[in-house]
Nanobody, 123 residues
Framework: QVQLVESGGGLVQAGGSLRLSCAAS????????MGWFRQAPGKEREFVSA????????YYTDSVKGRFTISRDNAKNTVYLQMNSLKPEDTAVYYC????????????????WGQGTQVTVSS
């Protein structure tokens, strides 16, 4: 079993940056592809980015390409999401999740979830 804890959210002005972290417990972190999702009020949870087990493969939804960067440090059991050039429409609760499938974009494909961290971007 993997437990995930996100941190790094907050309030930032449009154009600013934040780095989210997701710390995982357990010895099997490197066995899972990791993903970031977000959910804005009244909207469905949406895929943001994913990274392969070893970190060599990454995948992004179109709306964040060129602005967000996902990375992981398997020695520290941590996955990161660097968010630059933030926009008000990026405001949401951000969740990290673990999956056996690197290319999965559906929330149902992810087995373990963190509790989420709020990101608010003011205009």
């Amino acid at each position: 079993q993997v437990q995930l804890v996100e941190s790094g959210g907050g309030l930032v002005q449009a154009g600013g940056s934040l780095r989210l972290s997701c710390a995982a417990s357990g010895r099997t972190f490197s066995s899972y592809a990791m993903g970031w999702f977000r959910q804005a009020p009244g909207k469905e949870r949406e895929f943001v980015s994913a990274i392969s087990r070893g970190g060599s493969g990454t995948y992004y939804t179109d709306s964040v390409k060129g602005r967000f960067t996902i990375s992981r440090d398997n020695a520290k059991n941590t996955v990161y999401l660097q968010m630059n050039s933030l926009k008000p429409e990026d405001t949401a609760v951000y969740y990290c999740a673990a999956s056996e499938v690197f290319t999965a974009t559906r929330p149902t494909a992810y087995r373990y979830w963190g509790q989420g961290t709020q990101v608010t971007v003011s205009s």
